[in-house]
């Protein structure tokens, strides 16, 4: 999902969930900001404690970091393809499912911090995790051949903004999103001679930035259906999005009954209320900044609140980047405490910790 729906239709969920304008913002910008907290500096304040940045991204063109096994496995897994546990072996266990029970205990687990400083910021991370499962579902957050597509089968159905797209992002990344070392193999070091047919594909870069396409109506060959059970994939993404709309208006309006200091004191719009407002937005053939402007007239018209809602401001990572950076200068660590990065570094690091060391080996699923 890009950042139409992390940021301003995560927004839009929390708000009709029920949660105040002020909260559902920092829930909005944390969900989007995962995929912009790229920074690791450590900055020691001169009472001697240390910040970090906590990382949950790297831009698609930082390849050298992509093929670093251990960024796959502490930035892909827990915060873009959390894996579903569903398979015979690793590495279809480690393939991302909608909604899958892994997934929805997540959710349970990070609901339990409702009373917490950095709640909003978690349940923040939280939506931008459990979303991804509705669009990234199908590949693994690591260099596995499970990834790979035959190029000459993905159709679009319905993609006139997206004419060229796969070419144009071919080009710049190469075949298959930019084959990488095969995670099985990075691990036995066991390798030699048929590096090409060894190599993996990361995430879904087989298939460019379709799933991140809210309309699009597309469908695709796996390259080994032996490995995923299949072959012919059809995908209608608005469909998707849809049952991701309705998950995680569940989960905010939970968020608000679990705490009701963040909530707005109207009480949460059925979803059945704002259905048709929602599908008409997804179903829209138009490019981002054209979704983004449908959210936002949505929410002024009030076809997602109670009352027309015009508090969204528009998104800007680089606030964020600069408190990161910022934090060493703070006069008193304690002030941390204050600066809503803090909160959401807080949350991402408790959610990647109990994702790789709690609840996947609950599931079965060991990385780290």
């Given at each position: 999902?890009?950042i139409?729906?992390?940021y301003y239709g995560?927004?839009a969920?929390?708000?009709?969930?029920?949660l105040?304008?002020?909260?559902?913002?920092?829930?909005?910008k944390?969900?989007?900001f995962v995929?912009d907290?790229?920074?690791?500096t450590?900055t020691?304040?001169?009472?001697?404690?240390?910040?970090r940045?906590?990382?949950t991204?790297h831009h698609?063109?930082d390849l050298?970091?992509?093929n670093n096994l251990?960024?796959q496995?502490?930035?892909?897994?827990?915060?873009?393809?959390l894996?579903?546990?569903?398979?015979?072996?690793q590495?279809?266990?480690?393939?991302?499912?909608k909604?899958?029970?892994v997934?929805q205990q997540m959710v349970?687990d990070?609901?339990?911090y409702?009373?917490?400083?950095?709640a909003?910021?978690m349940i923040?991370?939280?939506?931008?995790?459990?979303?991804?499962?509705?669009?990234?579902?199908?590949f693994s957050?690591?260099?596995s051949?499970?990834?790979?597509v035959v190029?000459?089968?993905?159709?679009?159905v319905?993609?006139?903004p997206l004419?060229?797209a796969?070419?144009?992002f071919?080009?710049k990344?190469g075949v298959?999103?930019?084959?990488l070392?095969?995670?099985r193999?990075?691990i036995?070091?066991a390798?030699s001679?048929?590096a090409?047919l060894m190599?993996?594909a990361?995430g879904?870069?087989?298939?460019?930035?379709?799933p991140?396409?809210p309309y699009?109506?597309?469908?695709?060959?796996?390259?080994?259906p032996e490995m995923?059970g299949t072959a012919l994939?059809?995908?209608?993404n608005?469909?998707?999005y849809?049952?991701?709309?309705?998950a995680?208006?569940t989960?905010?309006?939970?968020?608000?009954?679990a705490?009701?200091i963040?909530?707005?004191?109207k009480?949460?719009?059925?979803?059945?209320?704002?259905r048709?407002?929602?599908?008409?937005i997804v179903?829209?053939?138009?490019?981002?900044?054209?979704?983004?402007?449908?959210?936002?007239k949505?929410l002024?018209?009030?076809?997602l609140?109670?009352?027309?809602?015009?508090a969204?401001?528009d998104?800007?990572?680089?606030d964020?980047r600069?408190?990161?950076?910022m934090l060493g200068?703070?006069a008193d660590?304690?002030a941390a405490?204050g600066?809503p990065v803090?909160?959401?570094?807080?949350?991402?690091?408790i959610?990647?910790?109990?994702?790789l060391?709690?609840?996947?080996?609950?599931h079965g699923?060991?990385?780290i």
């Amino acid at each position: 999902m890009d950042i139409s729906m992390h940021y301003y239709g995560c927004y839009a969920l929390a708000r009709a969930g029920g949660l105040r304008a002020d909260v559902a913002l920092r829930v909005a910008k944390s969900s989007q900001f995962v995929d912009d907290a790229t920074d690791t500096t450590v900055t020691v304040n001169k009472e001697g404690a240390r910040f970090r940045g906590e990382s949950t991204s790297h831009h698609p063109s930082d390849l050298p970091a992509n093929n670093n096994l251990d960024d796959q496995l502490m930035v892909w897994l827990p915060f873009h393809f959390l894996p579903a546990a569903q398979g015979a072996n690793q590495s279809q266990r480690l393939v991302c499912r909608k909604n899958s029970a892994v997934a929805q205990q997540m959710v349970k687990d990070h609901l339990e911090y409702a009373e917490s400083p950095f709640a909003p910021e978690m349940i923040g991370v939280t939506a931008h995790v459990y979303a991804d499962t509705f669009a990234h579902y199908g590949f693994s957050g690591v260099s596995s051949r499970l990834n790979r597509v035959v190029g000459n089968t993905i159709k679009l159905v319905n993609g006139d903004p997206l004419t060229g797209a796969l070419d144009a992002f071919v080009a710049k990344f190469g075949v298959q999103g930019g084959l990488l070392a095969n995670f099985r193999q990075a691990i036995s070091s066991a390798a030699s001679g048929a590096a090409e047919l060894m190599s993996g594909a990361l995430g879904h870069g087989a298939v460019a930035t379709f799933p991140d396409q809210p309309y699009l109506e597309w469908s695709y060959d796996y390259e080994h259906p032996e490995m995923t059970g299949t072959a012919l994939i059809e995908r209608q993404n608005a469909n998707d999005y849809m049952e991701a709309a309705e998950a995680l208006h569940t989960m905010f309006r939970k968020f608000a009954e679990a705490a009701d200091i963040y909530a707005d004191g109207k009480g949460p719009m059925e979803f059945a209320d704002i259905r048709n407002a929602l599908r008409a937005i997804v179903t829209q053939p138009v490019d981002k900044d054209a979704r983004i402007a449908a959210w936002k007239k949505a929410l002024a018209d009030g076809k997602l609140t109670k009352a027309p809602d015009t508090a969204l401001t528009d998104y800007d990572f680089a606030d964020w980047r600069q408190q990161t950076l910022m934090l060493g200068s703070l006069a008193d660590p304690q002030a941390a405490s204050g600066v809503p990065v803090y909160h959401f570094h807080q949350a991402a690091a408790i959610h990647k910790y109990y994702v790789l060391r709690d609840l996947l080996p609950e599931h079965g699923v060991y990385v780290i």
